[in-house]
């Protein structure tokens, strides 16, 4: 299929077979103009909105160290807009939160962050990441990343900002992928953190004889609502701040001692 006919088939409101087509031919040609300035694709997929006119598609590129498993760009075009647009949006690190949610980084602060950090840090690796970041930095760059670029007055051809586009990602992907990495690493230290929240709240549940939990989020907190045996509507706060304070049914206990805690009351309950 020619391209000016998937052009004309993916404008204004196209049909779902035009989106996957459009977007097909949109992956195809823009993933060969990378990969002939040199990135390595590892991930090329589809994608098109059912309900919307929006189609595009996510690229990842091969990680050279753990710090860049999953980065990536996300292209998405919406031609039904006046005028129409092509987004691209930098892929942030991702991490599992205590409620099982999928949360993402943000990869953007300011230079005196960064330079206030590398000053902390003692980790080699961590260092020459931040490093990168000070030697990449662009103000415009930093801009864009945050708010994804986007470019408008497409005129109903999104292939027609190809060269423009590959060549604006050449041009940012050495920053981005420092701030990637930068973040890929605040990830690592958020899962643990959550990790190891949820192990000491299950920790809790046992203590308490009681496996069973509702939860919530609750600020910086989460709230539980357990049944004890029977003891009906035991409400239990958690700080999610390793140094918190566990709250149950308005008794504040230093988390070191909730658990002995729990495991007291829950012997007198049975007696």
């Known amino acids: 299929m020619s391209e000016s006919i998937v052009q004309s088939m993916a404008s204004g409101n196209p049909s779902l077979d035009q989106k996957n087509t459009a977007a ?5 040609k823009i993933g060969n103009l990378l990969e002939l300035r040199g990135f390595k694709i590892v991930r090329k997929k589809i994608f098109v909105d059912e309900s919307k006119a929006n189609y595009g598609v996510d690229f990842g590129f ?25 987004s691209l949006h930098f892929v942030r690190p991702k991490y599992t939160g205590v409620t099982g949610k999928t949360l993402n980084v ?3 602060e300011t230079r005196l962050d960064y330079e206030q950090r590398k000053e902390k840090v003692k ?15 662009s103000d415009q760059h930093i801009k864009q990343v945050r708010a994804n670029k986007a470019w408008r007055n497409c005129e109903n051809n999104v292939l027609g900002k190809i060269e423009l586009l590959v060549k604006y990602i050449e041009s940012t992907y050495p920053f981005y992928i420092s701030l990637y990495q930068e973040g890929k690493w ?4 958020y899962q643990a953190q959550a990790d190891g929240f949820s192990k000491y709240a299950e920790s809790l549940a046992q203590s308490a004889g009681c496996l069973n939990k509702i939860y919530k989020e609750y600020g910086s907190s989460m709230m539980y609502e357990w049944n004890i045996g029977g003891l009906k509507e035991v409400n239990l706060q958690v700080d999610l701040d390793p140094d918190g304070k566990v709250v149950l049914n308005q008794i504040t206990i230093d988390k070191n ?15």
């Open 62 to 86: 091969e990680p050279s160290n753990p710090l860049m498993d999953g980065s990536g760009i996300n292209l998405s075009y919406r031609p039904d807009e006046n005028p129409n647009r092509l």
């Open 186 to 189: 605040k990830a690592l230290d």
């Open 257 to 271: 001692k909730a658990e002995k805690f729990l495991k007291h009351l829950a012997k007198w309950r049975n007696n």
């Open 123 to 137: 980790d080699d690796m961590r260092v020459k990441v931040l490093n990168s970041i000070l030697e990449n930095w």
């Open 24 to 28: 097909k031919v949109m992956a195809n």
């Open 106 to 108: 943000p990869i953007y």
